[in-house]
């Protein structure tokens, strides 16, 4: 631990070190609430005082003193005081009668030797209701990469018009509400990046309605983060992949497991026909293809092309088609898919080298569900590489190896290649 942090001592802006005694390591801790955890009390306007091993620093490890409390439900402002050994928390309109509060300090509070909270710290009291034992808990991850997000608020409000009450995941974005009164609740969990305690449009968020009842436990599993959109995805570019395949990119994620069935594709050209889309596909499914081929084609020849003669060469027509290896379905063991930009499209002949075609895209539907998306970009086929010239070997491009390419030296030599008689010489 980093021992010695600054202090503000008597309102003096001059720093100073922690002195006397050892200096503590252990993680910041909390040995005492009032009310009690559990307590079962009249309505009161407060404050709620939490009590710390040890002093508390003013300035928590992010954010300010009121970041670090969540009161649940909350019914009015609430304001949180510094106190030398712990913390003061009031709220607008004081803590009303027959409602169960949970009280969670986030663990971003230190003590002067920045010496954090290891975890957070719940407590619940009721000012009139007994304690419904019951727990709605989940994990929120990040709709486009599936990682856990850390942090992020979660509000589940008793429908139809009822409190709402709060809570904060942890850094493996697991959160838990325990002791809600029996009722269907709509959760929302959203990303506060700006730290008002309501989802904006622009953060990542998602919602779910669920039914809650004594002695119910309750784990959503389903609840992935993604910011809101109102707008079609757009074509944002082609691209060559192979003389079969295109792929189209666009300016939004698509659902990796949703059907591809209602998008349309047609190529065209100036001049000439245009192979026709016969398959759609997802970027991951086009992958696995790939996959499957290779591994066809090194099972039907597992050396180096040969002699043609070899009786052992294989005959091309037996490697199997590649438009005949079944796409595989998402495997279940396997890293669950990613959302993607990119889909592929098969062609039922190949694209011409050097060619130009206008590839025209409809009936995309983007990973937030927006129907109407896809639009018109430009493909220009490129030519392919030039094969190799076996003369090429020879630095001076003389098949017969004479080093100065003289064609007397040439004709010198005899049929079978070996150097022969010159009648001009004695």
Do not use: K
């Amino acid at each position: 631990m980093i021992a010695g942090l600054a202090m503000v001592a008597g309102g003096c802006a001059q720093a100073s070190q922690p002195t006397g005694g050892p200096v503590p390591e252990t993680p910041l801790q909390v040995v005492s609430v009032s009310p009690d955890t559990f307590e079962i009390r009249a309505p009161f306007g407060g404050p709620l005082r939490v009590e710390f091993e040890r002093r508390v620093s003013e300035r928590p490890t992010s954010g300010t003193l009121r970041d670090a409390v969540v009161v649940s439900p909350r019914t009015g402002a609430v304001e949180v005081s510094h106190q030398r050994r712990g913390i003061q928390i009031s709220m607008e309109g004081g803590f009303r009668e027959e409602t169960v509060y949970q009280i969670t300090i986030l663990p971003i509070l230190q003590d002067l030797f920045r010496n954090r909270m290891e975890a957070p710290f719940d407590f619940f009291f009721s000012t009139g209701p007994e304690f419904e034992p019951n727990l709605l808990a989940g994990i929120l991850v990040d709709r486009l990469t599936l990682q856990e997000v850390d942090g992020a608020r979660v509000d589940a409000r008793r429908l139809p018009d009822g409190p709402t009450h709060s809570t904060v995941a942890d850094s493996t974005g697991i959160f838990a509400f325990q002791y809600l009164p029996s009722g269907r609740y709509r959760v929302t969990a959203y990303d506060d990046l700006n730290r008002d305690r309501e989802p904006n449009f622009n953060e990542p968020q998602d919602a779910i309605e669920v039914e809650v009842a004594v002695g119910d436990t309750l784990i959503l599993s389903d609840l992935a983060l993604l910011e809101p959109d109102t707008t079609a995805a757009v074509l944002a570019g082609v691209a060559f992949l192979d003389s079969l395949s295109v792929e189209a990119r666009f300016d939004d994620h698509l659902d990796p497991e949703e059907s591809l069935e209602g998008i349309t594709a047609l190529l065209s050209r100036e001049e000439g026909d245009a192979p026709q889309v016969v398959e759609i596909l997802h970027r991951w499914e086009w992958d696995a293809r790939e996959v499957l081929r290779r591994e066809a084609e090194e099972e039907a020849d597992p050396d180096p092309p040969g002699d043609p003669d070899d009786p052992d060469a294989v005959d091309p027509d037996d490697v199997e088609d590649p438009e005949d290896v079944e796409v595989p379905e998402a495997p279940l063991d396997d890293p669950p898919l990613l959302p993607a930009q990119e889909i592929v499209f098969v062609l039922d002949g190949p694209l011409e080298p050097g060619a130009v075609y206008t590839v025209e895209v409809t009936g995309v539907i983007n990973i937030n569900g927006i129907p109407g998306g896809g639009g018109e970009a430009e493909l220009e086929v490129p030519e392919p590489e030039p094969e190799e010239d076996p003369d090429d070997d020879d630095p001076d491009g003389d098949p017969d190896g004479d080093p100065d390419g003289d064609p007397d030296a040439a004709a010198a030599r005899d049929p079978a290649g070996e150097p022969g008689a010159n009648p001009a010489m004695p």
